[in-house]
């Protein structure tokens, strides 16, 4: 029963993807408005899910493709940052 005290919640899960997404964003030196505009999503969506965690599985695959490495493939880079 130990084992389970390093899983995380969902809540702590989602907020952790938020900051890694923002982080990603922000090396990319891109704005919130830029990838709003970029991905043809409404910037108070990003907004929100920088600062909760909560966003649309569609709306969250569109910001994760426009900040992707062009370099590693999409799968793979879904991957790494889902088993992290």
């Given at each position: 029963?130990?084992?389970?005290?390093?899983?995380?919640s969902?809540?702590?899960?989602?907020?952790?993807?938020?900051?890694?997404?923002r982080?990603?964003?922000?090396?990319?030196?891109?704005?919130q408005?830029?990838?709003?505009?970029?991905?043809?999503?409404?910037?108070?969506?990003?907004?929100?899910f920088?600062?909760?965690?909560?966003?649309?599985?569609?709306?969250?695959?569109?910001?994760?493709?426009?900040?992707?490495?062009?370099?590693?493939?999409?799968?793979?880079?879904?991957?790494?940052?889902?088993?992290?």
């Amino acid at each position: 029963m130990d084992n389970f005290i390093f899983l995380k919640s969902p809540d702590r899960v989602k907020t952790e993807i938020a900051g890694r997404m923002r982080e990603r964003r922000k090396e990319k030196k891109l704005s919130q408005v830029q990838l709003s505009e970029r991905s043809d999503v409404s910037l108070g969506s990003l907004k929100r899910f920088e600062r909760t965690g909560e966003i649309s599985l569609s709306s969250f695959e569109r910001f994760f493709v426009k900040i992707a490495d062009s370099g590693e493939g999409y799968k793979k880079k879904m991957s790494k940052w889902c088993r992290q």
